[in-house]
Each structure stands twice: as structure tokens, then as C-alpha cells.
């Protein structure tokens, strides 16, 4: 299998090419964008050495299926997927903040909390909490975004607030559609048998407009538990069966790589390669509930994507 980890297109009055870890987003007229997910795949903020087949397609439908379905909480930058790995939506100024939704202690939260943290992101925790226990009620804890190469901040309300980052009315609302975002991911992630654990959200402005953009609720930006065991396994102290891309973590981890300077990115050998692949696709129909039907792989994968995104673009433009 072949995986598709870079691509070089020239579109019809292309502005614009951004390489971001996984996806290559192309600017067209300065007013739309075809973004690309690729089949690279990052961990620990490194973009690892070989692709995984499928996996932007796999992550590319999830998150066109979660924008179709949350288009009535917030507008979103979606027109149509006209590929099974693009999607063309409208380009909208990125707001500088991510909005992560915790509905669980767990994760970087609960590394921090274990550590003594009882405040994140400005958000008090109570004391006596456990590993993957639920919050009362999900919380917000942002992210400044970072520039190329650099990680993401944490930040508080008040502060993102105070040193003007977001314009206040703005920032509250973006808090109304996390929320309401994370919930209506809660009830459909339940209805798969799911615990939609945390999540992040990035949004920016159109004509004035909030506007929800990127990826959403795909096991890249977003963790998940099994919900059947959850009760059993958290009153035991066990760790929680997950639907997330933390398996590769934990792979690398396992082979002695977690990010830190001099340490080398273990071989991806192909029954490796394939492993993973196999994980994405299996994620894809437990998230979404439909069989994974696996586009074509050819020679003319480039032209596929080229031909589906002009003809897109031809109807826009």
C-alpha cells in the first residue's frame, strides 16, 4: 500500500500553499481553501518518517460527517468534499486560541492534577478526583496556537480576555458553541456506545461572522472511551479501553521514543505501517457507525484529487 504524504498541486488561481503536520491546504482566489488530509501522521509534534494508507481519508470523512451534523450549533467553513480526501470550504481569519473541552480527568489534565494542579487554564479542579473521573460539568481549558515548530501555550479566560487576544463578547461565544459542540459530540459519540472524552475546537471570522474551521471530532483531535467497561474499569483503577490515536503514543513510547531531543523515531516497518492503518479504519466505523469503504489508491490518485477539486472549484468560481 502506498501512502499519499505530499502533493504539489497547481490550481487554477491557487494564491496560497500551507503544509501544516497532516493536512496541505491550498488557497484558491483568496477566498476558499481545498484542504488535503494527507497520510502523514504526527506524534509528540514530530510528523513521523512514513504514511499510513487510508488515514487521510479516514480522517477526512469523519470530519466532514461531524461538520454536516453541527452545522445547525455554528456555521462552518464546509462547502462539499468533493474527494474522499479533500475537503473545500471558505477561507476565514483564524482566531489564536483553541478551545479544548474536557469532560474527564484525564490525559495531560490528569498528569497536572496528579502533580498538585487544582487550577487549569484558570479553571479550579476539586480535590479528591481520579483518573479518567467526569466532571460535574465538561470544562473549557484553551490553547494560545502556536507558530510552526513551536507547542501550543496554555491560557486562561481571563487572561486570553485581558491581554485582548480575543475580543471578550467574541470569546464568550466561542465558549457557547465549545459547549454546545461537546454535547452534541457527547450524544452522538453515546449512541455508538462512546464516551466522547475531551476534544478541541478551532474557530475563526467571516464577514464579521464566528465560524467553526478545521478538523472536528476525529481520533486526531479528540479522545474517546468504550462505554461499556467504563463504569467497571474506573471503579478499579484500570485503564480505560480507548478509541483515540494515543495507541501510536504509546507504540513509539514502547520503543523509546516520546519527542525529547536525540532520541530516533523507531523503524515503521510494514506490518507495522499496516497495523496502524487498520486501527484508523476500525475507529472510522465505530465513530461514525458505517462500513469504511476504501477509495482507490492508484496511479492516478493525484489526478482524482486534482480533476474533483477544479471541478469544485469551477462551480465556485
Aim: proline share 4%; glycine share 8%.
Amino acid at each position: 500500500m502506498k501512502a499519499i504524504t505530499h502533493t504539489d498541486f497547481n490550481f487554477k488561481r491557487q494564491t496560497k500553499k500551507y503544509e501544516g503536520k497532516v493536512r496541505d491546504v491550498y488557497t484558491i482566489a483568496d477566498k476558499y481553501m481545498a484542504m488535503i488530509a494527507t497520510d502523514r501522521i504526527s506524534a509528540f509534534d514530530v510528523v513521523l518518517p512514513k504514511g499510513i494508507p487510508y488515514k487521510g481519508q479516514v480522517l477526512n470523512q469523519i470530519a466532514s460527517k461531524f461538520l454536516d451534523s453541527t452545522s445547525d450549533i455554528v456555521p462552518n467553513w464546509k462547502i462539499a468534499s468533493p474527494d474522499p480526501m479533500v475537503t473545500v470550504g471558505y477561507k476565514c481569519e483564524s482566531l489564536p486560541v483553541e478551545m479544548i473541552v474536557r469532560g474527564y480527568l484525564t490525559g495531560s489534565s490528569w498528569r497536572s492534577y496528579k502533580a498538585g494542579a487544582r487550577e487549569i487554564c484558570g479553571v479550579k479542579i476539586p480535590d479528591g478526583m481520579k483518573e479518567h473521573q467526569k466532571f460535574e460539568n465538561p470544562i473549557i481549558t484553551p490553547t494560545t496556537k502556536a507558530e510552526a515548530g513551536e507547542h501550543d501555550q496554555d491560557i486562561s479566560r481571563d487572561e486570553i480576555i485581558s491581554r485582548g487576544i480575543v475580543d471578550k463578547k467574541i470569546y464568550e461565544k466561542l465558549e457557547e458553541y465549545a459547549l454546545a459542540l461537546f454535547k452534541r459530540g457527547t450524544e452522538i459519540a453515546a449512541s455508538r456506545g462512546l464516551i466522547l472524552v475531551d476534544t478541541k475546537y478551532e474557530f475563526g471570522l467571516k464577514d464579521g461572522e464566528i465560524y467553526l474551521i478545521d478538523e472536528i471530532h476525529t481520533p486526531d483531535s479528540s479522545r474517546y472511551f468504550y462505554a461499556d467497561g467504563y463504569e467497571e474499569k474506573f471503579a478499579k483503577g484500570e485503564p480505560q479501553r480507548q478509541l483515540s490515536k494515543e495507541f501510536v503514543r504509546e507504540w513509539l513510547m514502547s520503543e523509546g521514543f516520546s519527542g525529547k531531543e536525540g532520541q530516533k523515531v523507531p523503524e515503521m516497518t510494514e506490518p507495522i505501517i499496516e497495523s496502524i492503518s487498520n486501527r484508523y479504519i476500525e475507529l472510522y466505523e465505530h465513530i461514525t457507525g458505517e462500513k469504511f469503504q476504501k477509495s482507490e489508491y492508484g496511479g492516478n490518485i493525484f489526478d482524482r484529487i486534482e480533476t474533483n477539486v477544479e471541478n469544485m472549484m469551477s462551480r465556485l468560481l
